[in-house]
């Protein structure tokens, strides 16, 4: 039997943008009791003819491969490329929302400045900022926000890419 | 199949176009119930003679004669159902298929395009419920889609590893005019499924093989959804080795049970011979199976010393519950014309010596007579549901025999104790386990072989699950037989009452059960019974000798168990054997196992 060691993988799926081929996607993954812990889809060729899924999991191997397995099998899926088996590049956006005043709010926007997050709204109670970075970055912000008065959050979820000239086709 | 049409004719109405495409795909059989929104198929159905069409009463049924025809013919099944409850009492018998690997194409009726969504009368979101019921799904929304979804759901459901896949077609595209145009030669856009295998995993397979001292063949239902040359193949390979090989339950039939080289089936209730070989094997070689629980036992004590190999045309079956050290991606009876070149051109010397030894372990294995039970012959006695069937085996050897089974513990029997010499003649639900599977299936092969002996063992408790076939049956003047081993009980479920809870035969005994006699009469039918021992040859020969739809009610004893039994979350080398054996009877199941199914 393989090692019990779980790892986290990403997954991009390449698929045949059609009625459906999200859930055939979801429900795989329910139906056979496997983690989804972050999930993005979009189309991504001009004519949007296929879609692009990357879907953050864990597991052992041996479940990470057949989770690759499975997806393979599907009749609307052209690729599947396990990113984490090679250097690669994901990120998130993040839109926050944080409610307050006085010294929390100036606060704030010195760790957003740091954070590198633009702010993309104001009132005089509130900012919203726009973050982007790997999901970890994502998280740091968020704990640092949450006693100055977080209030509300909205994330993408990943995208992700294998770096140099090699693409998923 | 990349919607690049060459020439592409206008049809009066999706409905001909439908049965055109279908007609093109070799279709000659279709299992269906109408209803309103596949009226438009029916009227095009009635208006022409090159399909026929086979009227079920259940819905279910359609799908399981369709798996009958499709197992026993190698062919694509065809299922017709109407929306909303005739597609949702299609769901068991898609699972079913899904599960077993049998090719299907089920066609669903679905409100116009423009009610889906509105709770409209009979509307069932069919793809929704069914998408992990198939292979694969479409719903159709455009005409210029119809035929296209037609050819390719036949590509996909009867290549790679086959399956059912399920049209879903709302009434107004049926009614309105569509084109038509010829299957298209032109690979899939994204499905394309592997069959010839990789030749370095088959150079390592080769190595392991021809250094193997304890050698296993592990067969399964792969092999004969390969087609009969895969089985051709197999013998071949088998011969040419002279390994020992076993098989699963859906692999019967590949390799001739007849032949001294058969272990006899593995698993839970296989052999002991097969199943110690599996436990100590040094080298197993899996051809088509996919290491199904029931066949493993406890996972981390399956087979602990041997290097493995599996062949598989489905890469997600490999390394899913037992991790391989060669894995070959291939189609059956490509991967055995391969292993075969492949050990021809290998120039290491088998060890014969060790291969002698193994089989002499194998043969002191094989004379315990695992499979041994006792029939009393005296007048009077009561019958052995074994030696029902072996009686059965005997009086159809050397006839064209399909057998099919429905779920319990005749299902094993008939596994056990009839001998299959050629692949596609055994039909059972493996996977899904359905009772209710086998009246409808030997229906569908019946339908394809309407000369042959078509024989559905069944249970008591099973046969009444799809018992309505029976008016299909004297419809179509299917000469069908029925032949029940009769316990009065749910014999697999009070048999685990009895090993794992206490004896106490909580809701398995079948109160109130027809008169069979009569109930076959009612339908049209004949109807028999054997009631002892001294009757069984004769209803068995009168049975086979009626040119009609025949149901023979067999009284067997009630408290037979199957055996052998590998307890659930045992090893192999812990198999329960029968009351003939000293070790007989007891079970010792742990709570890890009792709670397994």
């Not at chain 2, 098989?247 to 019967?252: A, D, F, I």
């Amino acid at each position: 039997m393989s090692d019990s060691n779980l790892r986290s993988a990403t997954i991009s799926v390449l698929v045949e943008n059609e009625a459906g081929v999200l859930a055939r996607v979801i429900g795989l993954f329910s139906g056979r009791g496997y983690n989804i812990d972050n999930l993005t889809v979009a189309p991504v060729e001009q004519d949007r003819s296929k879609s692009r899924i990357t879907i953050v999991t864990s597991g052992t191997e041996m479940v990470i491969e057949q989770i690759k397995a499975q997806l393979g099998r599907l009749v609307p899926v052209y690729k599947v490329l396990d990113l984490s088996q090679g250097p690669h590049l994901a990120r998130e956006l993040a839109l926050i929302k944080v409610v307050g005043a006085g010294e929390h709010r100036q606060e704030a926007l010195r760790l957003a400045d740091a954070f590198r997050a633009r702010v993309i709204d104001a009132s005089t109670e509130s900012f919203i900022f726009e973050l982007t970075g790997a999901t970890d970055k994502l998280d740091a912000f968020l704990d640092l926000m949450r006693p100055l008065g977080l209030a509300e959050v909205s994330r993408t979820g990943v995208a992700a890419i294998a770096r140099g000239k090699g693409t998923i086709e | 199949m990349d919607g690049t049409i060459m020439t592409s004719e206008l049809m009066k109405s999706g409905a001909e176009a439908l049965l055109r495409a279908l007609k093109a795909q070799g279709v000659e059989v279709i299992f269906g119930y109408p209803g309103g929104a596949v009226l438009p198929i029916y009227d095009a159905i009635f208006q022409q003679n090159e399909i026929r069409h086979i009227l079920v009463r259940h819905e279910q049924a359609a799908v399981h004669a369709a798996e009958g025809y499709a197992r026993s013919t190698g062919k694509v099944g065809c299922v017709l159902v109407t929306s909303g409850p005739g597609a949702t009492n299609a769901v068991t018998g898609l699972v079913d298929a899904l599960m077993d690997s049998i090719p299907i194409v089920c066609l669903t009726g679905q409100v116009p395009t423009h009610l889906i969504g509105n709770d409209a009368f009979q509307e069932a979101d069919t793809t929704g419920i069914t998408r992990q019921a198939t292979k694969h799904n479409y719903l159709v929304k455009r005409s210029e889609d119809l035929v296209r979804v037609v050819h390719e759901a036949f590509q996909v459901a009867r290549t790679g590893r086959p399956g059912p896949v399920l049209i879903d077609l709302p009434k107004d595209i049926l009614i309105n005019p569509a084109p038509y145009s010829e299957p298209s030669s032109a690979a899939h856009r994204s499905y394309r499924p592997r069959t010839e295998p990789d030749p370095q995993r088959i150079a390592e397979a080769i190595a392991l093989l021809k250094r193997s001292e304890r050698p296993i063949v592990y067969t399964g239902g792969g092999i004969i959804n390969a087609g009969p040359e895969a089985s051709k193949l197999l013998t071949e390979f088998v011969r040419l080795t002279g390994f020992p090989i076993t098989s699963t339950l859906m692999g019967l039939g590949a390799y001739p049970a007849s032949d001294p080289q058969f272990l006899g089936m593995l698993g839970m209730h296989g052999t002991y011979e097969s199943n110690l070989a599996m436990h100590d094997g040094d080298v197993m070689l899996n051809l088509g199976a996919r290491f199904d629980d029931r066949v493993t036992g406890r996972l981390n004590a399956f087979s602990p010393g041997s290097k493995k190999i599996h062949a598989d045309i489905d890469p997600a079956s490999i390394n899913k519950s037992v991790a391989v050290d060669v894995a070959i991606i291939g189609d059956a009876a490509a991967v055995l014309r391969a292993l075969i070149a492949a050990w021809k051109a290998d120039s290491a010397k088998q060890d014969k010596e060790a291969l002698a030894k193994w089989w002499q372990q194998i043969d002191f294995w094989r004379s315990k007579n695992s499979l041994r039970y006792t029939q009393n012959q005296d007048p009077g006695s009561i019958i052995k549901p074994q030696y029902a069937i072996e009686q059965l085996y005997k009086a159809t050897r050397g006839r064209k025999t399909f057998i099919t089974t429905e779920v319990g513990q005749h299902q094993m029997w008939a596994a056990q104790y009839f001998k299959f010499d050629k692949p596609n003649h055994w039909m059972t639900s493996g996977g899904l386990g359905t009772m209710g599977y086998g009246l409808p299936a030997a229906m569908g092969v019946q339908v394809a072989h309407p000369d042959a002996l078509v024989v559905d063992i069944s249970g008591e408790a099973s046969v009444l699950m799809n018992i309505q076939e029976m008016g299909t049956l004297a419809q179509y003047r299917l000469p069908v037989k029925i032949f029940i081993l009769n316990n009065q009980y749910m014999g697999m479920v009070r048999q685990w009452q009895e090993l794992l809870h206490g004896s106490r035969y909580s809701s398995s005994y079948s109160e109130a059960l027809p008169d069979f006699v009569k109930l076959a009469e009612s339908f049209h039918a004949v109807g028999l019974r054997a009631q002892t021992v001294d009757d069984l040859d004769r209803v068995i020969a009168e049975m086979i000798a009626t040119d009609r739809t025949v149901i023979a009610d067999i009284c067997v004893d009630q408290k037979e168990n199957v055996y052998p039994m590998i307890p659930s979350g045992a090893p192999h080398n812990e198999m329960l054997l029968g009351p003939e054996h000293k070790n007989g009877g007891d079970a010792n199941v742990t709570d890890a196992g009792m709670a397994l199914v």
